[in-house]
């Protein structure tokens, strides 16, 4: 940590928990052990709920709550986030929502709870014209004039096979999955906002180009699929694994818990990397080595690119005393943030504490059992949009909001001051994944 005046200078089971806080580093790849806590919402449309209630009871990392109109109305308000993480919209509510209600709505998404809308929902609301901007979208059940612009009343014909093509192979969501052959129904004539981000295509003469997409709204991350009329939707495995990695994403946390993501650090050399100032640096035995130069000089050493939303997860060591840490959205020593590899006394912080400068600690990881003083650790730092959550050997020791910097390099720091003398880092891996 560097300080600019110069410091120094739903049912997861209490044994699992325990295993996993004991267990120290976690294995490669493997993400936090909460679920993620869904809120399936419905109303207003019928629909086969055995096998829709069966497709989130498939998804091992989520806890699902299913609750439907009118009744869920007035919870959609900001306290919602203290129980929920992400939305599952599945109603086609005609009724329409209070002022007040919809105000409510508006403020919750202000607040980040991820938003995903499956298939009838892009019909509902009709009357109320924010939920198009929400929701990316608008199937109309009837010619309506807006800003004295005519939308047609949408069509829908229901058992037809439609040819899905991946229209961004590189999203989270959608990275590795092949084209597929799904019986569903058809969405035609439906307004689409412009600046979504597609992630699905047909080209079925009854549809709509569009399938799925992203958008954004508030602070919520929100993701759109046409698709799930019924149980030969909830059943396709590629719908199955698009629903799932569309609630992880949505709650800013890694779509593929599988993938290991890329090695920015790749074990041979420092490809990729710019050192700055004076510290040493090298690579020896597959393991990135970092002290002091001579005269116990500091420095840094960043990626040459830079990142924006990801997870990254960091394995290193550490010889003591010490100060450390990994930057990320780095910009300027004056415009990042860093993860501390540290022990500090006033206040009392270690490893794994959220700096940023010239805002000292943002969360602060008070617990030196977390840390393994002569062994590896491991740091896994995801960023999502304003959110900050930091784990430090599976527990998690920060989830903080601010957003003074969106983007910018990763790098490791070496500071300053003659009693670090004996300071190393050994990194041994840097696998990261973007969100």
């Not at 005046?5 to 267990?23: D, H, P, T, Y």
């Not at 709550?65 to 599945?90: C, G, N, Q």
């Not at 499956?118 to 198009?132: G, V």
């Not at 790749?266 to 510290?279: F, H, R, V």
């Amino acid at each position: 940590m560097r300080v600019i005046m110069v410091r120094g200078l739903i049912l997861i089971g209490v044994l699992f928990l325990w295993f996993a806080n004991q267990r120290g580093v976690q294995a490669a790849g493997q993400s936090s052990q909460e679920k993620i806590r869904v809120l399936v919402v419905t109303g207003g449309h019928g629909f086969e709920e055995e096998p829709f209630a069966a497709l989130f009871a498939a998804i091992p990392d989520i806890a699902a709550t299913h609750t439907t109109y009118p009744s869920v109305a007035e919870k959609l308000a900001p306290p919602l986030t203290k129980d929920f993480d992400v939305l599952v919209l599945y109603d086609m509510w005609a009724q329409g929502i209070t002022p007040e209600q919809q105000a409510a709505f508006v403020a919750l998404l202000n607040q980040g709870i991820g938003v995903v809308g499956l298939h009838h929902t892009l019909a509902a609301h009709q009357k109320w014209d924010e939920y198009t901007k929400i929701l990316g979208g608008k199937f109309y059940t009837e010619e309506r004039t807006i800003d004295e612009k005519t939308f047609p009343a949408g069509t829908a014909i229901h058992g037809q096979e439609l040819q899905i093509h991946v229209a961004d192979s590189d999203h989270p969501i959608t990275r590795g999955l092949e084209n597929f052959t799904i019986h569903d129904e058809t969405y035609g004539g439906f307004h689409v906002e412009p600046g979504v981000h597609l992630l699905l295509s047909t080209d079925h003469p009854q549809n709509n180009r569009e399938i799925a997409w992203t958008t954004a709204y508030g602070k919520s991350r929100v993701c759109y699929i046409q698709l799930g009329h019924d149980h030969f939707a909830y059943e396709h495995p590629s719908y199955r694994t698009l629903v799932a990695r569309s609630i992880r994403w949505a709650a800013g946390k890694p779509a593929d818990p599988q993938a290991e993501g890329i090695a920015i650090f790749n074990g041979k050399d420092l490809t990729g990397w710019i050192a700055e100032g004076n510290a040493h640096w090298e690579v020896t035995d597959g393991q990135l080595i970092g002290r002091q130069g001579p005269h116990n000089a500091p420095g840094d050493l960043f990626t040459e690119a830079s990142y924006d939303d990801f997870e990254l997860t960091v394995t290193y060591k550490i010889i003591w005393p010490a100060n450390s840490g990994i930057w990320y959205r780095y910009q300027a020593p004056d415009r990042a943030y860093q993860a501390d590899i540290l022990e500090y006394q006033n206040p009392l912080a270690y490893s794994g504490t959220l700096y940023c400068p010239g805002k000292m600690f943002l969360a602060i990881n008070e617990d030196p059992k977390l840390v393994d003083r002569e062994g590896w650790n491991e740091l896994r730092i995801r960023v999502v949009g304003d959110r900050h959550v930091i784990f430090l050997n599976g527990k998690k020791v920060a989830d903080v909001r601010d957003g003074q910097f969106r983007n910018g390099r990763i790098g490791i720091q070496i500071h300053p001051g003659d009693e670090f003398a004996k300071m190393q880092i050994n990194i041994q891996k840097m696998h990261l994944q973007k969100l």
